[in-house]
């Protein structure tokens, strides 16, 4: 009898590892990524693969020994490099479909004809609205005969109606406002005038990109539509099979919403479904805070609870195992189809169908080489997936639990699970290691010991049971560790959030889900009966969900906040690539070895999270970077001592309906890409949103010392930001004209506005805070969003007192309004630079024609963070030096 498994040492090491497709599927990844940064051609490509699979097969064939088989399978591996890279080189040589569509993406109004090529959902911002994706096939614009175009725009639709929270002042104010329609199902033909526009990224260092995950959904425009401006056609487009599977889901939805009120019915259409269109931002911040927001997304995780619970019905109903596997496979791909159909649901659906294969034919299932197969199939399918955080994050979870947390648990609980089966069947210990049969003695002991308290009956079904829970909790809480500890880096790279309550959050979570899943379930499918059926799982699962948003709260919201964590250093990035492959190798090795790789593990996490990439600044110059925000204001300065200040965060327009954070989505994550993790000072110049709407993320994520500003009418958007400022224990300053003061070396000065200024709600960009600041002999002047009234007041105060406006560097007011920047201000200011905060093609036009001329005329060399991204101007004493991202 052995005493423990057969230990690897034991086997010839010139064998070909158990799990050969794990290291085909790492040269396959690694070709894809030599062509990506590295372009090799497609023909070098095939004969390599072809060279190196043939070597292998004649190695194979002239095998007597394992060294031969090793080279065969050396061989093997290999050949998968440059099939990788040929994988994605036919990807990327591959037709682009065409997207004529691209042609009438100019701002103006035109009609599109085409058909629903999803569903619509409505989507929970600053209000309700709908979002749905248009198959065009033709258009024109007014008076024009239709064209035959392709391409697929996804568009908002409002009801015209109320201007959510705008109190926006300009010459251009007046933009039609719209709010929320009726949903329109796939297939339906429809008539639409909207605007289009193409899709564009914010170019700073660090932000997410865009245009790439709208491409890679098929998303040629964006646009938006009056729900008035929508006409229904007769006839139906598409598919036949997308229209039955748009209906079954539609189906499903509205189910949910019938048996779950508000707001329980779109969490479960989001866990159950992936329809996340009625979860609101802060619901889902909540989820993201206690790192349990993989609730929210249907995963791979979601599927297995699935296949899981279709397996224990099987059981039950004794079905044999040939229908059973053929149930649970129809069923499960089946659910699938139901869902987006996102890369965690195809790898998820492919290793369920592989287990489930190889149980039917017989054959031994290798998790490790399971999730390989699945990674292979996908990333041939589509190389780009390789880049994808969703992928990235679901295969490294995966790869964890089978690549170390089987290997761990097979040495450490599985054998404690065996000795616990048939407890009170005392000839089994004869069958089992010494070690396990001394534990079955035990929990026999602690039983009868209990037996005298509460009699032996219940004792002995108590203590087994409690010692299963037990160790069922230790394998929860290891393989949670586990995978918050391997998911570090790339939550980091992507996400820049790290909590530690998502430990136990998910330990907590976990087991609710797995009741959830199948109690909604069968709620759904029995409500199409009789909704008194269904009313025992509505319930279940209504307190399976009230149990995780409980959780979520205390772990997500405000009682325990989570930790922002800036891009990781390069050493950081290393050691966490290192220890993994360590880990990976040594899991299946002798214990000690496996406690110091998992260690190693846990301490390059601990790099990752402490030790960020170094901040740069410049020991001899002032730094000026205008932040690309879009349409507003963000400016961070950087003094020579590398003190920061950032003056304006950016926002969304008061007329948005989206629920975008541009101080969380845009401005965070650029300054968490250069390093930073905290600001010395903020400020903003004046109360509207384009300005100010994100300081609030940011006081939240960098907490700065101080927070600057100039009186302001109290609107209740910039109380807010002052409540926040105080709940994080930021000094207020309130900035006065004429105040004069040093940060950090850097003088400053106050110009506006004045003392006797009258603060009312229609006045705000004529309120803004306008700083002039000097360093080394140059100056720059920061002058916020005033009009040509107070340009002019700005003229005669300097004139009053003798002082000259001449800049180096000019922030141009109102992002290039007409209604500023006049002759007068520019022939007083006389910049050579000047610096245009605006966003591409905004609904204003800004910057106008006629500023940019008199910019030209004045001999200003202007820089456009709408044309350019973001800018940088370094000032020192030998003048200013501008800089452009590229």
């Not at 391409?151 to 929320?180: C, H, K, M, Q």
């Not at 209504?542 to 050493?571: C, E, F, K, N, Y």
């Not at 880990?583 to 790789?597: F, G, Q, Y």
């Not at 509207?688 to 010392?705: C, E, K, L």
Request: charged share 15%; glycine share 8%.
């Amino acid at each position: 009898m052995l005493d423990g498994p057969i230990k690897p040492e034991t086997i010839s090491s010139r064998r070909p590892p158990a799990a050969p497709l794990f290291a085909a599927t790492v040269f396959f990844s690694a070709g894809i990524l030599l062509q990506c940064y590295s372009y090799r051609p497609a023909t070098l490509c095939f004969i390599s693969a072809a060279a190196l699979a043939l070597c292998s097969l004649l190695a194979l064939r002239l095998a007597r020994g394992g060294s031969r088989e090793l080279i065969a399978y050396a061989g093997a591996v290999l050949a998968f490099l440059p099939a990788g890279a040929l994988c994605a080189a036919a990807h990327q040589s591959g037709p682009v479909p065409a997207t004529t569509v691209l042609q009438y993406a100019g701002g103006d109004e035109v009609t599109l004809t085409g058909f629903v090529a999803r569903t619509g959902s409505l989507r929970k911002g600053r209000d309700v609205h709908e979002s749905l994706d248009f198959a065009v096939t033709e258009a024109n614009y007014a008076g024009e005969t239709p064209r035959t175009v392709t391409g697929i725009a996804r568009l908002n639709l409002y009801v015209p109606g109320s201007r959510p929270n705008f109190t926006w002042e300009s010459e251009e104010d007046g933009l039609d406002e719209i709010a929320a329609p009726q949903v329109y199902d796939y297939g339906q033909r429809l008539r639409i005038r909207a605007k289009l526009r193409p899709p564009a990224n914010y170019r700073n260092p660090g932000n997410m990109d865009y245009v790439g995950w709208l491409r890679g959904q098929g998303i040629a425009v964006l646009g938006s539509a009056k729900s008035t401006n929508i006409d229904i056609l007769p006839g139906l487009g598409g598919s036949r099979l997308e229209r039955l599977r748009w209906r079954a889901r539609s189906s499903v939805l509205k189910r949910m919403e019938s048996l779950w009120p508000a707001p329980y019915a779109g969490l479960f259409q989001a866990m159950v479904l992936g329809e996340r269109g009625l979860v609101s931002r802060d619901q889902r911040l909540e989820f993201q805070r206690s790192g349990t927001f993989h609730l929210l997304v249907v995963s791979g995780m979601n599927v297995a609870i699935f296949a899981v619970f279709l397996l224990w019905m099987t059981r039950w109903l004794r079905l044999p195992m040939e229908y059973a596997i053929l149930s649970v496979v129809v069923l499960t791909c089946g659910y699938a189809w139901l869902t987006e159909m996102g890369a965690p649901i195809l790898r998820s659906v492919l290793m369920i169908v592989a287990y489930q294969i190889a149980a039917l034919l017989n054959r031994g299932r290798a998790p490790l080489n399971t999730v390989s197969l699945a990674a292979l199939v996908l990333l041939a399918w589509n190389p780009e997936a390789l880049f994808d955080p969703s992928f990235q994050l679901t295969f490294l979870a995966v790869l964890t639990i089978a690549g170390i947390g089987v290997p761990l648990f097979t040495r450490t609980t599985t054998p404690l699970r065996e000795a616990l089966d048939d407890i009170g069947d005392i000839r089994r210990d004869l069958t089992l290691r010494p070690k396990q049969a001394q534990f079955r003695l035990d929990v026999r002991a602690i039983s009868a010991s209990l037996a005298q308290l509460i009699g032996r009956r219940p004792a002995n079904w108590l203590v087994p049971k409690l010692t299963y829970a037990l160790v069922a909790t230790a394998e929860l809480a290891l393989l949670s560790a586990l995978m918050q500890i391997s998911i570090t880096l790339p939550t980091v790279w992507y996400f820049h959030r790290i909590n530690a309550h998502a430990l136990w959050a998910n330990m907590v979570v976990l087991p609710l889900t797995s009741l959830l899943m199948p109690a909604s379930m069968l709620a759904v499918a029995f409500s199409y009966l009789a909704n008194w059926i269904a009313a025992p799982f509505v319930l279940a699962a209504r307190w399976s969900l009230q149990g995780i948003l409980l959780t979520v709260h205390w772990s997500g919201g405000a009682q325990l906040p989570d930790l922002r964590v800036a891009m990781p250093a390069l050493v950081a990035i290393a050691a966490v690539g290192l220890s993994y492959a360590l880990a990976l190798l040594l899991a299946r090795r002798h214990r000690v070895a496996t406690a110091v790789s998992l260690a190693m593990l846990a301490l390059s996490a601990w790099l990752v999270i402490g030790h960020p990439r170094p901040f740069v600044h410049h020991p001899q110059q002032l730094e000026i970077t205008a932040i690309d925000i879009g349409q507003g204001d963000s400016f961070l300065l950087v003094t020579p001592g590398g003190h920061t200040l950032l003056l304006d965060s950016g926002g969304l327009l008061g007329m948005s309906h989206s629920d975008m954070d541009i101080g969380e989505d845009v401005v965070s994550p650029y300054l968490w890409e250069r390093g930073l993790t905290h600001l010395d000072a903020v400020a903003f110049s004046h109360g509207h949103s384009d300005h100010m709407g994100g300081m609030t993320a940011i006081v939240r994520n960098f907490r700065p010392h101080e927070i600057w500003y100039a009186p302001n009418y109290p609107s209740h958007e910039v109380e807010s930001l002052l409540t926040a400022a105080d709940r994080f224990h930021v000094t207020r300053i309130v900035r006065h004209h004429g105040e004069r003061f040093d940060f950090d070396g850097i003088h400053f000065e106050v110009l506006s506005p004045p003392v006797d200024w009258e603060l009312k709600p229609r006045g705000q960009d004529d309120a803004s805070m306008v700083l002039r600041l000097s360093y080394a002999g140059h100056t720059a002047l920061l002058a916020g969003d005033i009009h040509k009234h107070m340009e002019k007041l700005l003229v005669e105060d300097a004139g009053d007192h003798h002082r000259s406006l001449h800049v180096d560097l000019l922030k141009v007011p109102h992002h290039g309004s007409n209604s500023s920047s006049s002759d007068e201000f520019l022939d007083a200011v006389r910049p050579d630079y000047a610096v245009i905060s605006s966003g591409i093609r905004n609904p204003f036009h800004h910057p106008r024609t006629e500023v940019i001329d008199r910019l030209t005329q004045h001999r200003a060399k202007t820089y456009r963070t709408d044309m350019l991204g973001p800018v940088t101007f370094f000032l020192d004493a030998d003048g200013v030096h501008p800089s452009v991202a590229r």
